[in-house]
């Protein structure tokens, strides 16, 4: 394994779940950086903020049918990243993934290369460019 990156200053996400069942997010992350957890629960209509900073690349997508029990402990239906609502590694198939690089520009696009778990869209603010 790599020795992880040091990155600098930071970026905003919002994550908003549109969906009408409940989703567990996933993040991967290749930096030391301030991302509280690589993974939560949301509900229908639930968002949540998380900070990413310059220089960070990773994946973000959905779970679904997910079964944790208090200690964050169990697994999904699609999406799943091991047997911690934390993740550790990429989603396993099906699942929609929003890769992201972070940088002077950054760069994102939606994969359907895991599979198709649920839509995903990604909407940049002050951003430019197509």
Same mark, same amino acid.
Do not use: H
């Given at each position: 394994? @790599? @020795?992880?990156? &040091? ?11 549109? %969906?009408?069942? /409940? ?7 290749? %930096? /030391? ?14 968002? /949540? ?5 310059? *220089?960070?690349? *990773? ?7 997910? #079964?944790?029990?208090? #200690? $964050? ?7 799943? %990243? ?14 929609? =993934? @929003?890769?992201? /690089? &972070? ?16 839509? =995903? @869209? ?6 430019? $460019?197509?």
């Amino acid at each position: 394994m @790599a @020795a992880p990156e &040091l990155c600098g200053s930071v970026k905003t996400f919002t994550v908003v779940n549109f %969906c009408n069942e /409940t989703i567990w997010p996933g993040i991967t992350r290749n %930096c /030391t950086d301030n991302l509280s957890s690589d993974g939560f629960t949301l509900k229908p209509g639930q968002s /949540t903020i998380y900070t990413a900073p310059v *220089g960070w690349s *990773g994946k973000i997508w959905a779970r679904t049918g997910c #079964n944790f029990d208090t #200690n $964050g402990n169990g697994t999904c239906l699609t999406g799943g %990243c091991g047997t911690n609502i934390n993740c550790t590694g990429p989603g396993n198939p099906p699942a929609t =993934i @929003a890769d992201f /690089t &972070l940088g002077e520009p950054d760069f994102y696009d939606v994969s359907l290369v895991d599979g198709f778990n649920l839509p =995903i @869209a990604i909407k940049a603010i002050n951003g430019s $460019g197509n």
